[in-house]
């Protein structure tokens, strides 16, 4: 079983930057594929971007590449985006997914374990 837990969203103007975190339960995190996922209302839930368990291949949707960096730490079972220059159509609910195999994946359906979420707001 692994267990996420989302911070750092919250409430930013245009143009500003937010970092979200993910803290991640298992001894086995090193191994996970791990992604970001965001849904603002009424829309799917879309890829936002994908780091390789051994943080060496990232992977970014079209929307948010040169903006939006992921990373991670496999001692303290985490993972981070760090997200700049945010415009007001990146505003929805961000989470984050483990995938327990090591092909990558952009599906939604292809990761095993969700977080809560955490609300981003970007104001115009």
């Known amino acids: 079983q692994v267990q996420l837990v989302e911070s750092g969203g919250g409430l930013v103007q245009a143009g500003g930057s937010l970092r979200l975190s993910c803290a991640a339960s298992?001894?086995?995190?090193?191994?996970?594929?791990m992604g970001w996922f965001r849904q603002a209302p009424g829309k799917e839930r879309e890829f936002v971007a994908a780091?390789?368990?051994?943080?060496?291949?990232?992977y970014y949707a079209d929307s948010v590449k040169g903006r939006f960096t992921i990373s991670r730490d496999n001692v303290k079972n985490t993972v981070l985006l760090q997200m700049n220059s945010l415009k007001p159509e990146d505003t929805a609910v961000y989470f984050c997914?483990?995938?327990?195999?090591?092909?990558?994946?952009?599906?939604?359906?292809?990761?095993?374990?969700w977080g809560q979420g955490t609300q981003v707001t970007v104001s115009s």
């Open positions: 997914a483990a995938r327990l195999t090591r092909i990558m994946t952009m599906r939604a359906s292809g990761y095993d374990y």
């Open positions: 298992g001894r086995a995190f090193g191994t996970y594929i």
């Open positions: 780091i390789s368990w051994s943080g060496g291949n990232t």
